[in-house]
C-alpha cells in the first residue's frame, strides 16, 4: 500500500495504546460511493480535487497502526454531527445497542 489510506478510528486511544491495534472504518473518495446507503459523506477531499470523501461503514477494520507506521490525518477528526452519522448507519450494521439476539455463526 503505497499511497496514504485515510481511516475513521473508532477505538479509544488507551486501548489503541495498550493493544498497537486501531479498529475503525476506511475512508474513500470512490464516486461510486455516492449511491452506496453504507458510506457516508464527510466533506471534500483537499489532496484529492475536492472529490467528496466517503467513511465505509460496512467495512469495518483493525490493523497494527506501529507496524504499519500510521500517522494522524491532517484533519485529526470530523466534526461531531458527522460523526454521529457515521456511528448510526455502523449502529443499523451492527446493532449492538438493540439487544438483537447472536447471529449463529454455524449456519449460513
Partial sequence: ??????????????????????IGLPMTTAEYN????????????????????????????????????ATPHPLRKLDEARFAEVCAVLEQILQLGTGASQPNSTTP
Fill in 34 to 69: 455516492a449511491d452506496n446507503p453504507f458510506a457516508v459523506a464527510v466533506g471534500k477531499a483537499k489532496a484529492k480535487s475536492g472529490k467528496i470523501s466517503y467513511v465505509l461503514c460496512h467495512q469495518p477494520k483493525s490493523f497494527d497502526w506501529r507496524v504499519r507506521q
Fill in 1 to 22: 500500500m503505497r499511497d496514504l489510506h485515510p481511516f475513521l478510528v473508532l477505538s479509544p486511544r488507551n486501548f489503541n495504546a495498550k493493544t498497537s491495534l486501531v
